[in-house]
């Protein structure tokens, strides 16, 4: 939207100034739209597009029902696009605009054509856009494995530095050296990018304590997983730099103290190079080992031998893949078993408390579930009674148990979990479920506090006691 308010501002501005221009001049009105019918005649053979796609019939080719302010007041909470990407030019600027708003290739084409009659110059068509733009000094293209772009940390902080968006109040102060110390968050996955295609993106993400969004370090693009020398070694290059030396940027010295790798089970396997978490030796902090049962592994509810960062570091740990090393390694202050926290949103919400919700309500189960249909309508008209004085604090409103359980997404599970569940499940599960449920609630809500602090070995027996009764 910023970008074609942006182009409906120039385009209107040069309309104002040739409407100045014909007015000054002392030319008839049938001469003047014969000239005018003839440039059109002519726009169409060279263009061979049909002036019906050029808008409305007062000559505006870009106008639309919104007025400029409209757009304006609307996207006030948008974040402009070139802040986003300072440094991009035109050709990348229309490229972003074709990805991102999912625009057809005749409709690009015809605004291409549109800017080059207008005397802007740009590639004639999508695939000359897309060659232009890609001629940049941060992509390396990896022939048999797919494109690979590095933005670098430092052009992250960069960007938040100059647009006033890192909040300096946050972080630490060095009072000797004057260096900014900063703690940051890692995010590392990949995800599809098409149903019909193995093509599959795999970005960096990153997010410093002044700052609350993340932003993206680097990104891969092919058909496979990429080589971890491919995606890491770079990154582990400057990460090291900046736990030992610091960056410096725009007059401030920046110095990494802590870093926390956050990533699903199959992501963190991958860039540490260790077994499966569904493999006999899956868990990768402690050294139990797993055994078949039912068509899979299971563990013991017990804790086995805790693993060490040093073990790690030395490559004795028996879930580490032979012959297979990673470039993260090479990173001192990085410890496999310290700075790889679980994974919040899929061990506890899409994992453990999504089971327990399936095997006490979910159809699927058949007599296995624990309570009649009965009264599991009458938990779901309950919910929905209480459902419109949810806060607006809350991403989501709760919804029916009985028809929408398979589509609750982590957020909900998060809901019920932490706030609603005690609440709505009292006066409908038998006592032994809802103690249990109880268990897990309370361990996980004084695990996410930091209030709390004096409650954790109150709540590493809770975890301990639902566990052992699953």
Excluded at 447 to 462: E, K
Aim: proline share 4%; hydrophobic share 35%; with cysteine.
């Amino acid at each position: 939207r910023n970008f074609a308010r942006k182009v409906l501002q120039g385009c209107l501005e040069e309309i104002e100034v040739e409407q100045l221009q014909k007015a000054s001049e002392p030319i008839n009105q049938d001469q003047t739209q014969g000239n005018n019918h003839q440039q059109d005649e002519e726009f169409i053979q060279a263009e061979e597009y049909d002036t019906d796609f050029l808008g409305n019939s007062q000559g505006n080719p870009m106008d639309n029902s919104e007025s400029d302010e409209d757009l304006v007041e609307e996207d006030q909470d948008i974040p402009e696009v070139e802040d986003a990407t300072p440094e991009l030019t035109i050709e990348q600027e229309l490229l972003l605009f074709y990805i991102l708003f999912n625009v057809s290739r005749s409709a690009m084409a015809w605004i291409l054509a549109f800017l080059n009659h207008k005397g802007i110059s740009v590639p004639k068509s999508v695939y000359g856009l897309k060659k232009h733009s890609a001629n940049s000094s941060y992509y390396s293209i990896i022939a048999t494995k797919g494109d690979f772009f590095y933005v670098s940390m430092a052009k992250n902080l960069e960007f938040w530095v100059s647009n006033n968006y890192f909040d300096f109040s946050k972080c630490i102060t060095d009072s000797e050296t004057g260096h900014i110390k900063v703690n940051s968050i890692f995010n590392i996955d990949g995800m599809p990018l098409y149903n019909s295609s193995s093509m599959s993106a795999w970005p960096i993400l990153m997010k410093v304590s002044g700052y609350l969004r993340p932003l993206p370090i680097a990104i891969f693009v092919g058909k496979s997983k990429p080589s971890l020398n491919i995606l890491l070694s770079r990154f582990c290059e400057e990460l090291n730099i900046f736990f030992s030396n610091g960056i410096q940027v725009l007059g401030h010295h920046f110095k990494l103290v802590r870093a926390l790798f956050v990533c699903d089970a199959p992501a963190h396997a991958h860039i540490c190079s260790i077994m499966n978490h569904n493999s006999r030796m899956g868990c990768s902090y402690c050294q139990a080992e797993g055994r078949h049962f039912a068509n899979r592994i299971v563990f013991s509810s017990s804790i086995g031998t805790l693993r060490t960062d040093q073990c790690y570091a030395d490559s004795k740990e028996n879930n580490q893949k032979v012959g297979h090393s990673t470039p993260l390694l090479s990173i001192k202050n990085i410890g496999f078993y310290s700075h790889f926290p679980p994974d919040y949103q899929h061990a506890v919400c899409l994992g453990v408390c999504r089971k327990v919700f399936n095997f006490l309500f979910s159809s699927k189960f058949g007599s296995s579930c624990k309570i009649s249909a009965l009264k599991l309508k009458e938990l779901s008209d309950f919910i929905d009674s209480y459902a419109k004085f949810t806060p607006a604090e809350f991403q989501r409103r709760p919804r029916r148990i009985d028809t929408n359980l398979a589509h609750f997404k982590a957020t909900e599970f998060r809901l019920f979990l932490l706030y609603l569940g005690p609440f709505f499940f009292r006066k409908f599960l038998p006592q032994k479920y809802y103690d249990h449920f109880l268990h897990l609630h309370f361990s996980i809500y004084v695990f996410c506090s930091d209030v709390h602090q004096t409650l954790l070995p109150n709540a590493y027996r809770c975890i301990e006691i639902f566990v052992k009764e699953m």
